[in-house]
C-alpha cells in the first residue's frame, strides 16, 4: 500500500472525524430523534424491520454531510435536519432493496433484514421509508431542494440497475464502473452535500461546489469500500472481507486484476465471480491476484484522486472550522482502515 | 347477483366511462406521451422492462382521475397532465413490487416482467419509476400537491405491508381487511382525484370533497375485482378468474365465506388459502362455498355502498358534463364484467 502516505498529505493532517462529529452532534442528535419517530407506523412490521437496521449503527456520514454543508452556508433554519433525516431515509430504503437484490446475508454486521422478516418485508418497508423520506422533504417546503434530492432518487435506481446489468459481467470496464458507482453511491453524496446550499438559498457556484465535494467524496468513499473488501490488513484484524467476492461483484480491484491477468488468472475469475463456483481458498487466491497486479493501490490512487478534487471543490468556501472537519472527513474516508 | 339491478339504478343510468374518455381524450394523450418519455433512459433495461408493462396497457384510471379532477375544478394550467403521468408511475411502481411480493406470474394478461428479467430488475426498476414520478411532481412545483401524493406513497406501503402480515392469514377480520384496501388502493384514487383541486388552488371542502369520491371509488373498485376473480360469468367466458385463489389472498368473499362456512368449510380454506395446499377442482369448490354463503353479492353490496359514497361526495359541485361522467365511471367501475 505504498501510495497512500505521501498522497495522503496533500489531503489534510487529520484521519479522523472527530471534528466534524463535535461541530454537528446537536443537530444529529435531532436528527436521530427524527428517524426514530418517521420510522413509526402501526403497522407493527415496519418499526421493527426499519429499528433492525437504524440500532445496527451505520456511520450516519450522508446526514452529517447535509448538517455541515447547511452550516458551512450559515443557514439559520431548522428544514437542515429534517433534510438530514429524509437523506439517511433514502439511503436505508435502498440498502433494503440492495441486500434484496444482491441476496445479501449480513449488513452493518447483523443478519440482514431480508432473512429475518423475507424478501417481500424488505421491498415494502423500503417503499415505506422511501415514502416517509419524500413526505419530509415535502415538509421543509423547500423545491430546490426536493428537485436535487429527486434527482438523486432517480439516478440511485439507475445506478443500481446497471450495476444489475454489469453484475458478474468480467467484460465491464473502469468507465461502466466508474458510471455505476457514480450514480449509486455518489449520488446522494453529492445530494447530501448539495441541499444544504441549497436550503440556505446560496448562490449556485455554492451549491455546485458543495455538490460536486459530495460527489468526489462518494466515490473516494466507494472505492476504498472496494479496497478494503480484499484488505489483508483487515482480513489480519479478523474484520469480514470478501464480502463482494462471494457475491460475484465486479468492482475496480477485480476489474483492474482480471484486465491485467494471464489466461489462467482470467480463467479464475471466470469460475469464481462470473459463475459463482467458489471453493475453499478462492478468497486467499482472489486476494493473492490482486496484490500480483496492484489493484488495491491502483484502486486508491482512484480513490485519493477524487479526495483531492473532493478537497479542491471546497475553495469557493473561506476556511474555518467546518470547511476544515469536512476536510478532514475527506481524509477520513480514504484512510479508514476498518 | 341480484341486487346489484336495483342499487345500481341509485348510482348512474349508464355504465361506460365513454364520455369520462372523451372528455380527457386529448389531455390523456398527452399523459401518454410523458409517461413514454419519462420510462426512458440510458440503462437499456429500465425502458426494455418499463415498456412491458405500459404496453400492457390497463384502464389508465387513476390518471384520468386527475385530469378530469383538475377540468372539474376549471383548472386552466398544464400541470395536471404532468401530475397524472406521476399517479400512473406511482401506480406502475407499486405494481412491479407487488407482482414480486406476490410472486405472480401474470400481470395485465401478460408474463409478469420479474418472471421475464427477474425480481431484482422488477424492484430497481419499479424504485427508478418512483423515483421519476417524484421528480414530475416536484417539476409542476405545488407544495399542496407534493404534500397529498407523497402522503399516498407512504400510506400505499403501509397498505401493503399490512397485507402481507395479513397474508394467508384467514382470521383477517372485515374491518383489517377494509384498512388494507383502503391504504394500498383507495389512497392513491383519493389523491390523484384530490391534487385535481390543490392544483386548481380550490378550497378545501372541494380538495376533500374529490379525497372522498376517490377513496370510496377506489374502495368500490377494489372490491369488484375481488368479486371478479371468482364469478362464474367471467369463467363462462373464458376470462381469467381464481389469481387471488392461487395466490392464497385473503380477499372479502373468502373471508364472509370462512366466518360463517361449517367446520368443514374452514378446513377447506385452511388448506388451500392459508397451506396452500391447492389441488385440481378446488376453485370450483371455492366458486361453490362462496356462492353458498352469498359472499360475492355482500361483496358487491359493499361496493354499491362505496360507489353511493363516492356520488354523494360530488354533491358540492354544480351538475355539468365533467361531473356527470366522473358519476359514470363510478356506475362502470362497479358494473364491469371484465
Known amino acids: 500500500m505504498g501510495p497512500i502516505a505521501p498522497l495522503q498529505k496533500t489531503l489534510t493532517a487529520s484521519r479522523d472525524i472527530d471534528a466534524l462529529h463535535n461541530l454537528v452532534d446537536q443537530d444529529m442528535a435531532r436528527v436521530n430523534q427524527i428517524i426514530l419517530d418517521k420510522a413509526h407506523s402501526d403497522v407493527e412490521l415496519i418499526p421493527k424491520l426499519a429499528q433492525h437496521l437504524i440500532d445496527s449503527g451505520g456511520k450516519r456520514l450522508r446526514p452529517m454531510l447535509t448538517i455541515a454543508a447547511a452550516k458551512l452556508c ?70 430546490g431542494a426536493l428537485r436535487v434530492l429527486s434527482n438523486a432518487a432517480s439516478v440511485i435506481a439507475e445506478g443500481e440497475v446497471m450495476q444489475l446489468a454489469a453484475a458478474k459481467n468480467l467484460a465491464t470496464t473502469e468507465e461502466t464502473y466508474h458510471a455505476v458507482i457514480n450514480a449509486k453511491t455518489a449520488a446522494l453524496f453529492a445530494a447530501a452535500a448539495e441541499v444544504g446550499a441549497v436550503i440556505a438559498e446560496r448562490p449556485e457556484t455554492e451549491a455546485l461546489a458543495l455538490h460536486e ?125 476498518n
Open 74 to 143: 450559515e443557514y439559520q433554519g431548522a428544514g437542515h435536519v429534517t433534510l438530514a433525516a429524509s437523506v439517511e431515509f433514502m439511503h436505508t430504503a435502498t440498502l433494503l432493496h440492495d441486500d434484496v437484490v444482491d441476496e445479501s446475508e449480513m449488513r452493518r454486521g447483523k443478519t440482514a433484514a431480508r432473512l429475518l422478516w423475507g424478501n417481500e418485508a424488505s421491498v415494502l418497508v423500503g417503499d415505506y421509508l422511501l415514502g416517509q423520506a419524500f413526505k419530509m422533504m415535502v415538509e421543509v417546503g423547500s423545491l
Open 213 to 337: 465535494f459530495g460527489r468526489h467524496l462518494g466515490l473516494a468513499f466507494q472505492l476504498m469500500d472496494d479496497v478494503l473488501d480484499y484488505s489483508g490488513e483487515r482480513a489480519r484484524l479478523g474484520k469480514n472481507v470478501g464480502d463482494d467476492f462471494s457475491e460475484g461483484k465486479v468492482t475496480l480491484p477485480v476489474i483492474l486484476a482480471h484486465a491485467d491477468g494471464t489466461p489462467e488468472e482470467q480463467a479464475f475469475w471466470q469460475r469464481t465471480i462470473a459463475e459463482g463456483d467458489i471453493q475453499d481458498g478462492d478468497l486467499e487466491t482472489a486476494m493473492t491476484l490482486i496484490a500480483r497486479h496492484n489493484a488495491l493501490d491502483r484502486t486508491m490512487e482512484r480513490a485519493l484522486s477524487h479526495g483531492e478534487r473532493a478537497t479542491r471543490a471546497l475553495d469557493v468556501f473561506p476556511d474555518g472550522p467546518i470547511k476544515s472537519a469536512l476536510l478532514d472527513a475527506v481524509g477520513f474516508s480514504i484512510s479508514r482502515a
